[in-house]
């Protein structure tokens, strides 16, 4: 699944003022060529050095997605009966996991010579669907990216990695944790792992 993820971080960087009123597909166009030339720009990230491309992430990666809408689907029902401060805190840590997740991924991609197509697969009001092709040396794979509006601008907030999509993925993690220990369960189970990978 690892080798897969670069594939995400690379559809979902883009400052905002690339993907601001743009239609999806561009959106993912965009956001692939605005992170691999940043990291391919910067000696120090091509290295696979993890705080640079972190960095990278941060700075390219964070604007260009919703989080939040992220970590209230896979959360699920428990949302609601969250209080605000245990779903500000749920989000902040689940924004830390995925942000080290994709700085983790994307320097797998390394210095490989990785080329992308991009095509609209659907879109119906608030929602799109994306789907590119990530082609390097010796493999192939067909990647899906789920974007929904906020205002007059996209976000990436879903991708379909090999048949599974990222929000199921973690859906049945976070279950297991709310059935175990509820919502500060999850929130310490998230905390723990973020404080581990530290």
Known sequence: MKRHLFAFVAAAVVSVSAFAQTAPVEVVKNAVEGTVGAMRADPVARSGDMAKITQIVEARF????????????????????????QQQELYKQFRILMTRTYAASLAQLGSQ?????????????ADALVRSTVTTPGDSQSVGYRLGKIGNDWRIYDIDMSGAWLIQVYQGQFKAQLSQGGIDGLIAFLTKHNARAN
């Open 113 to 125: 010579d990785a080329k992308f197509t991009f095509k609209a697969a659907g879109a119906g009001g």
């Open 62 to 85: 964070l604007p260009a997605t919703n989080f939040e809408r992220t970590t209230r689907i896979a959360v699920g029902d428990a949302w609601k009966q969250a209080s605000p401060q």
